[in-house]
């Protein structure tokens, strides 16, 4: 059975399709512009949690926060997330200034305090103005309902051009078993973990332990594996909420259901991770990288990573240059085992390189393929059984304008 066969896309679907969750945003005055920029997701139930964080060594206030708030329990009830300020390298005053959000979260909700996350994303460097957030978090109560899905979305975007988000349904104990994701995310993307925030919530009943340890493994293969610009963020984070609603038995490896559980929690975060790096500033396509044939998984992954994190690949699909040179160079460099007589590499299915060595090929039907808003690029290293998938975007020259005028 594959993937596929085990959960089913929601159309429509949200982060509230999940029983016990609302949602919803509104607008503060974080933005300069008439945009939402404070957003919370809300379960009537404190539910079982679980997060993985930035490995940038500067972390991010709210990142503290959160965790703090996960290690009292591993639950929380609510998360509160403002865009347009990140609240990042901003020391004591920016760790006073998370607690008092989640603070007033906690009493605009009516829950305890180590039942609230908190996430920013936005402006490095500069202190939350704490008389408008406080205040956008008093109302916030009014706007967090069944259909606030996209208004939540909409109040986490900075540079996204558009809101990702997505519901699979399985069967668990004969029950439907929702899982719904959203995330934002698109420069400053190359985690392990990068700026990117991602929400995943569901209806399953399920400890924190296994959440925490189904997240981590996913994330791996998944948020793990997109690059847009080969910069970590401060202030990356993915919560997974459970709220135990669904009215199935306890959900953990060796029940029969566990897999398609998985497996559908795994395509949500795919998903999500696909669509940052599409949305990915000033990008035009989306590009994939699968490895094969790798002598280990940390090779495979490393080499993907390596290859659609180039900037002269990345350059080559904005282009329509079917360059195979730059993707054997960008191998090379992951400081990864490779033997070098024994490389394919194709692009999409035009075969540019066989055991090492070039193979002619339609140099105009590769253009006209690497025109497309999907770049499919394959490398076979023929010395294991390893592979990985990793995905990115092209480089455009909006990108360079719209970080050469971030703060502007």
Sequence with gaps: MNDHEQFTVVPDGGLTTPAGFRAGGLHCGLKKVERYDLGAVVC???????????????????????????????????????????????????????????????????????????????????????????????????????????????????????????????????????????????????????????????????????????????????????????????????????????????????????EAFAAGFRHVSEYLAKAIARDGEGATKLVEVQVNGAASIEAARAIAKTIVGSSLVKSACFGADANWGRIIAAAGRAGQPLNTETVDIRIGDISVLEQSRPVKFDEERAAEYLKGDLVEIHVDLHMGTHQATAWGCDLTYDYVRINAAYRT
């Design 44 to 258: 009537e139930v404190p539910a079982a949690a679980a997060a993985v964080y930035t490995l940038n060594a500067f972390q991010a206030a709210p990142l503290k926060v959160t965790r703090e708030s996960l290690a009292a329990g591993g639950k929380l009830q609510a998360v509160v997330v403002n865009s347009g300020n990140a609240n990042a390298c901003t020391g004591k005053q920016g760790e006073e200034d998370a607690r008092t959000m989640r603070a007033a979260a906690a009493q605009a909700f009516g829950v305890e305090e180590h039942l609230v996350g908190v996430a920013s994303t936005g402006v490095i460097g500069e202190l939350l103005p704490m008389d408008k957030l406080g205040a956008g978090i008093a109302r916030l109560p009014e706007r967090v309902k069944l259909d606030g899905s996209d208004d939540f979305c909409q109040a986490i975007l900075t540079t996204d051009l558009v809101q990702k988000m997505i519901c699979v349904k399985v069967t668990v104990d004969g029950r439907p078993v929702y899982i719904a994701g959203a995330a934002k995310g698109s420069g400053m993307i190359h985690p392990n973990m990068a700026t990117m925030l991602g929400f995943i919530t569901t209806d399953a009943n399920i400890d924190a332990d296994p959440l925490q340890k189904l997240l981590s493994g996913v994330t791996d293969s998944t948020f793990n594996m997109i690059t847009v610009d080969g910069d970590t963020s401060t202030n990356d984070m993915v919560v997974a909420m459970a709220s135990g609603l669904s009215g199935s038995a306890k959900l953990a490896p060796g029940h029969p259901d566990w």
